[in-house]
């Protein structure tokens, strides 16, 4: 709304200077698209009134849970369920949108109470974590239907809740893979209603169904310690990338996506490098992390070729990420390797190529599209440098001659990219044409 209101005062002064034709602002400020529509007061008293309201039905259940009988139990619930959700479809072909979107949610929440009361009532105890994957997607149902960004919120917390009741499931042993048809559907829609609170909760929901993954494969191939590390680092940088892609092609929620598993990312390859002192017996492991590892790496790849084939990074930036995806995919057997004795060239080595990525980060960020991935590369910088820091230097004249240097390099990088900005905005000079060679007469 901000910039459109800037764009319509910059239209109205360009055309009255002569720079552009007004019959051209009407188009323009045609393709400028609507503001997302935003909390507002009333509709943030309506949900919380919602909520209450899910409640008090509950709690007047719960009082009476005794002296009702099952079917009156039921009855109350359901009765209240259809009152929500005739007076949603009501309050929305009234034009009341926030009451709508309330009662929709509070219908949402009592459908839930209602199949969790059902199971309880009945005795189908082993029934109540499908009951919550059941009330997730009557949620998404609910969310399409209206559509309703409120609804859909609470959807996609029912679906990690769903999730995470699995995973601690002493019945499950297994990846909860059926959780990732549940997440792409939650995505889609989020995309669809372009909701960036449910896109938040989707990229945490990932990252704790990837870490979960991880240990499921750690606790039935017997991955070692680093390997595994390494792999983690590996996959959570292929989501990065995935978010990053999805981003540039302006898919809402990519940018969200990128930024939780980049940071992610980051931390685990600066921890990767605590692990140099474990044993050469932790480091390596078989096939589970060759096919883990060369899945993530090829991803990477083909994720970072199509970054720049579409214009969207630079061959700097894309090369500093793979040298570090690369040493992070070889440093299990370099470890295993080099022993105990040997790895000081390593840590020089992978520091190094860390401090190449996070300015990758940094020269990457300084896009306007890309800002989150500019302060990651600077929380990166920062981490590996306190980490240099505590492992090497001890003395106070050492760590001020070391931040010293550092001090310099980074202002004399800061030099270069203001002036390799500078020449690429400074217009083209034309040349002058000799007199002599143009046949110009000189007198």
């Known amino acids: 709304m901000r910039y459109k209101s800037r764009l319509t005062g910059d239209l109205d002064r360009w055309i009255e200077r002569g720079w552009i034709d007004s019959g051209r602002r009407g188009d323009i400020l045609g393709d400028v698209p609507d503001p997302v529509q935003r909390w507002s007061a009333i509709g943030a008293l309506a949900i919380l009134g919602a909520v209450l309201l899910a409640m008090s039905a509950l709690t007047f259940v719960a009082a009476n849970w005794d002296a009702m009988p099952r079917l009156a139990r039921f009855g109350t619930i359901l009765l209240a369920l259809w009152l929500a959700m005739a007076g949603a479809g009501r309050a929305l072909d009234r034009g009341a949108g926030a009451l709508g979107h309330a009662l929709a949610l509070l219908g949402v929440a009592l459908f839930g109470a209602a199949i969790l009361l059902t199971a309880q009532t009945f005795n189908m105890t082993s029934f109540r974590n499908t009951a919550v994957l059941i009330w997730s997607v009557a949620g998404l149902a609910t969310a399409f239907a209206i559509p309703s960004r409120p609804v859909l919120i609470l959807a996609t917390l029912l679906g990690a809740l769903w999730a995470g009741l699995e995973i601690f499931n002493p019945f499950v042993d297994t990846a909860i893979w059926s959780y990732l048809p549940l997440w792409l559907v939650t995505a889609w829609l989020a995309i669809r209603l372009r909701s960036k609170a449910s896109a938040h909760l989707l990229a945490i929901g990932l990252a704790l169904w990837a870490g979960h993954a991880l240990y499921w494969m750690d606790q039935h191939f017997d991955i070692a310690d680093v390997s595994l590390h390494a792999g983690a680092t590996l996959v959570f940088g292929a989501l990065a990338l995935t978010g990053a892609l999805a981003r540039d092609r302006g898919v809402t929620g990519g940018g969200i996506l990128a930024a939780w598993m980049a940071v992610i990312t980051m931390v685990l390859a600066l921890l990767l490098q605590a692990q140099f002192d474990r044993p050469p017996e932790a480091a390596i492991s078989g096939g589970a992390y060759i096919a883990l590892a060369l899945g993530a790496m090829a991803a990477i790849g083909g994720l970072l070729v199509l970054r720049l084939a579409i214009g969207h990074l630079r061959p700097g930036p894309a090369a500093g990420l793979a040298g570090i995806g690369a040493l992070v995919f070889v440093t299990p057997y370099l470890l295993a390797a080099a022993g105990i004795g040997g790895l000081w060239w390593l840590q020089l080595a992978y520091g190094a190529l860390f401090y190449a990525g996070a300015v990758a980060l940094i020269l990457q960020g300084s ?77």
Do not use: C, N
């Open 367 to 443: 896009r306007e599209s890309a800002g989150a991935t500019g302060t990651v590369g600077v929380a990166a910088f920062i981490g590996q440098t306190l980490y240099v820091y505590g492992e090497t230097f001890g003395g106070l004249l050492d760590t001020a001659l070391f931040f010293f240097v550092g001090g310099l390099i980074l202002f004399a990088m800061s030099f270069g990219v203001w002036r390799w900005k500078r020449r690429q905005h400074e217009p083209a000079v034309p040349a002058q044409s000799d007199p002599v060679q143009s046949g110009g007469e000189t007198s």
